[in-house]
Structure formats: structure tokens, C-alpha cells
């Protein structure tokens, strides 16, 4: 294989126009963000036998309940005994029917000793990958060929552009756990190796052999050991595979270009988002991030100590429509209330015990008590809060599906406004006389 590979680093031109141009073509007609939901949440009905087109349709409302928005199906490791070293379970809308119109899935991934996740793309999502454990050499390509990688270890995160290929390899001395967190409620995966090699019909050995520059006795060669390896990804993806003929399932405005690096010191006018770094000054750091290794301070009011890691912290995550926080509650801590406008949001919960709950627009409660490796979901836009009920300490990642969500606090909102909002108002709102709102206000610096 190694002349194949010398080979196919040298042919590139055509390629490059090739796909340049399509970009922009591709770009064109889809300039769509993911369809706005029209109702709070949609817990899909995966039996329904209604004719599909984007998504699933709905559960009954009335017949929705707390357990459809936590997940618990990444808890258990996965299976690595396979060719490949790598097991998967998945938090999307197959197997957590609740995210459904959500544009967010998480799903876990094992990698055995030396354990790889093949080259593959996900045609609608951008990725974060997050270590739980181990140490994770991570790459992609982009359109240009160039690869970027690094290894991240435990607590540390990389970031994959939307559509383009990536891989990733356990290169540490024990099993890694790692999240894969995608903006889409089913990001659909192409497993290259098997995409190419092992497709249904095959694609003729000429064709193969001409792509690839080398003799057609190579490519029959290849043919015959991905058909032998009983790949995970085969089983895993084949559900997924299905979607792929779907027009334009983005979730943030289509990017038309592989990543835009913020450049944060920028003073050209901002429009949504940052301006990007030139390309010539990226490198593989600007797609990875440290700054969720260290517990953050909940020495204060509420036992609640949060670090980002959005674009403000995280710059690669500039266009790519997904963030990811730290979050650190003391026992008895609260998250106050609030919301995100621009994000869903999905949390994992790695330490402790948390109570989480939302509140819909028909001010039904949602909640339920979660405990580590479990999952929810929190749909776009709807106040929720959440509380520590256990007797440690506990540490959880908010996975939102925007670079820069926006956090309303309902309280420092509404009585720690500047300028305040008049009291008189806020008596009328709440039914109380106006020095308890004074003195709530006072509370809150106000
Ligand atoms: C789908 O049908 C199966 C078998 O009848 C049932 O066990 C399951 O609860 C149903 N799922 C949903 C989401 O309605
Ligand atoms: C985490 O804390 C250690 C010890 O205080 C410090 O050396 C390190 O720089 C911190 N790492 C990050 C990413 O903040
Ligand atoms: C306002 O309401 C509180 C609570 O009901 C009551 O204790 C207080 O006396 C009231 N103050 C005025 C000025 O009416």
C-alpha cells in the first residue's frame, strides 16, 4: 500500500477544482439551518409507519413523560472484541427518541489497546470529541489535504469540522472512553474503508484500481479483507446509511469552507461569529482544547462553578455550531434557572447524582434524577435548572449545538437587570407588593 499512498498525495489537482466547485453549488440552495421546530420537543415515535422526511414524527404530547428526555444507554462499556478494537453505543434519535427535531446526539465510544475508529465523514455534523479516559491520538483532513492531529487525554477535547474524514487511535496503555458529540439528532456515517471497498453493488475493481493507482490484483486484495472484518461500524452505520439521500439537514448556517479559526483579537466587524485566523497561521492546536481539565471554584451562592468551552475559549469551534462546558456543583449546589436562545442542549453527567428538569411552554415539569455515564436532553429555548442531590461533588459536560448559545439566568435577568426593570411591573407579574420585590432586587445588586 505504500506506493498507492505516495501516489494518491501527488494527484490532487484535479480533485481541487473538482470539489471547490462543489462546495459552492452544494453551498447554494442549502443555505437552511436545521427547520425550526414549531413545538417544544417531539419525542419520536419510531414505530409510527407514517411516511418519514426529516426526523420522525411525534409521540402524543400527553403521552410524553420525564424518561423520554434522560438516556442511560451509554452507562455500560461496549464490546471491542472486533478487527478494529472499537465499540459504540449511540445517543441518537434511534436509540434516544427524545432528542428527535433536537439537532444534538451524543454516542460513546471504547477503544481497545491500540483501537482504532476508521476513516469516516459524517455528512451533517460538526464533532467534538471528549476523552472520559486514556489517551486519543485524533486527525482529520481537509479539503486540501492537509492533517490536522494531536493526542488529547483525559478531560481534554478535539473538534471535527463537519463532512470532513477523520480517525481516530487509542495510543495510550490502557482502554480509552471517549464522547462523540454531534450536531445532529442522526449525523449519518460514511465508513471509508468499507464505503469504498465493500459497497452493495461493488465498485468495479477498474474503477478502484485507476482511483487508486495501483494493479487490480491490489484492490481485489483489499476487497477481501474488509468483506472478512466483522466491523462494528458495519452494523453500527448501516441504520444510518439509509438517510443520506435527505436534502440539506444542517444545523447552523452552512460554512463554506472546511473551519474558520476565530481570530479573537480581530476588529473588523462581526456579523455571527468571529472573523477567521488567515489559514496559512492554523495548526492542529487550534482544534484541540485543555481548558475543561480542572474543576472550577463553587465556592458561592448557588455551589455552581462553570468553564466554557465555546468559541470565546475554544476557537476552531468558530462556524461549527457546537460548544462544550464544564460544569461543578457543590453537594446541595443548584444550576439557577435559565435558558439558552440559540442551542439544545444535552448533558452528560460524569460524577455524582443530579437532579435535572425543564419546563415547557405549557409549563409542564420534566425531571428526573441522573447519576454518571447517564444522558438528557433539554430542547431549545426552554427554562431548566438542575441540583446536586448527592453527597459528593458532582461534574457534568453541557454539550450545547452552538458556538455561542447565549445563557439567560432567569433571576439575575429579571431583578438584576440593568436597568432595572420597575418594580411596580414586577409586582403586577409575581402578585406581591412591591417591597418584597425590592427586597428580592436587593438580593441581586439592584
Ligand atoms: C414500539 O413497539 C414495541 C413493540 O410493540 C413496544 O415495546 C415499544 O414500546 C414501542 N415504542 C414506542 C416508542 O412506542
Ligand atoms: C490545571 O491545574 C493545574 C494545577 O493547578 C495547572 O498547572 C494547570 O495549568 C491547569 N490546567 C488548565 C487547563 O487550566
Ligand atoms: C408586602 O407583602 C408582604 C408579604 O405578603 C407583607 O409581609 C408586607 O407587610 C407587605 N408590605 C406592604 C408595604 O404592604
Excluded: W
Excluded at 487511535?169 to 449525523?187: F, R, T
Amino acid at each position: 500500500m505504500a506506493p498507492a499512498k505516495f501516489n494518491i498525495k501527488t494527484a490532487s489537482s484535479f480533485f481541487l477544482v473538482l470539489y471547490a466547485t462543489m462546495i459552492l453549488l452544494f453551498a447554494l440552495p442549502c443555505f437552511s439551518s436545521d427547520p425550526d421546530p414549531l413545538q417544544d420537543f417531539c419525542v419520536a415515535d419510531l414505530n409510527s409507519t407514517t411516511t418519514t422526511v426529516n426526523g420522525y414524527p411525534c409521540k402524543p404530547e400527553s403521552q410524553g413523560t420525564s424518561k423520554d428526555f434522560i438516556y442511560s444507554g451509554l452507562v455500560e462499556e461496549a464490546s471491542t472484541d472486533n478487527p478494529e478494537g472499537v465499540g459504540g453505543r449511540l445517543g441518537n434519535v434511534k436509540s434516544f427518541p427524545g432528542i428527535n427535531t433536537l439537532g444534538i446526539s451524543v454516542s460513546r465510544i471504547d477503544l481497545a489497546l491500540g483501537g482504532i475508529v476508521p476513516l469516516h465523514v459524517h455528512p451533517r455534523a460538526s464533532e467534538i470529541n471528549y476523552i472520559v479516559k486514556g489517551e486519543v491520538n485524533f486527525g482529520f483532513i481537509s479539503t486540501s489535504n492537509v492533517l490536522y492531529s494531536g493526542v488529547v487525554k483525559a478531560g481534554q477535547m478535539s473538534v471535527v469540522p463537519r463532512g470532513l474524514v477523520h480517525y481516530a487511535k487509542n495510543v495510550g496503555g490502557e482502554k480509552a472512553v471517549v464522547l462523540g458529540i454531534l450536531n445532529s439528532q442522526l449525523p449519518g456515517s460514511v465508513l471509508i474503508p468499507s464505503n469504498i471497498f465493500a459497497s452493495n453493488p461493488t465498485i468495479p475493481n477498474g474503477v478502484l484500481a485507476k482511483n487508486f493507482r495501483v494493479d487490480e490484483t491490489v484492490i481485489a486484495n483489499i476487497k477481501s479483507n474488509i468483506k472478512t472484518a466483522t466491523s462494528f461500524f458495519l452494523v453500527l452505520y448501516s441504520t444510518m446509511i439509509l438517510f443520506f439521500a435527505l436534502p440539506c439537514f444542517s444545523s447552523d448556517p452552512d460554512p463554506l469552507q472546511d473551519f474558520c479559526v476565530a481570530d479573537l483579537s480581530s476588529t473588523s466587524t462581526i456579523v455571527n461569529g468571529y472573523s477567521c485566523k488567515p489559514a496559512s497561521t492554523v495548526t492542529s492546536n487550534d482544534f484541540f482544547y485543555s481548558g475543561l481539565m480542572n474543576e472550577t471554584s463553587t465556592a458561592n451562592l448557588f455551589g455552581f462553578g462553570a468553564t466554557q468551552g465555546d468559541v470565546t475559549t475554544f476557537p476552531g469551534l468558530n462556524t461549527q455550531g457546537l460548544s462544550i462546558n464544564r460544569l461543578d456543583l457543590a453537594p446541595g449546589g443548584i444550576i439557577p434557572l435559565h435558558s439558552h436562545p440559540r442551542a439544545s442542549e444535552a448533558n452528560f453527567i460524569v460524577k455524582g447524582e443530579v437532579t435535572f428538569g425543564f419546563i415547557t411552554t405549557n409549563n409542564v415539569v420534566y425531571s428526573k434524577l441522573m447519576k454518571a455515564g447517564e444522558l438528557n436532553i433539554i430542547p431549545r429555548g426552554l427554562v431548566h435548572f438542575a441540583k446536586n442531590v448527592g453527597q459528593e461533588k458532582a461534574f457534568i459536560l453541557a454539550i450545547l449545538n452552538s458556538q455561542l448559545p447565549g445563557f439567560s439566568t432567569i433571576p439575575l435577568n429579571l431583578f438584576g437587570s440593568s436597568p432595572a426593570i420597575p418594580n411596580d411591573i414586577l409586582a403586577k407579574n409575581f402578585q406581591v407588593n412591591e417591597s418584597v420585590i425590592a427586597s428580592i432586587k436587593s438580593k441581586f445588586g439592584n
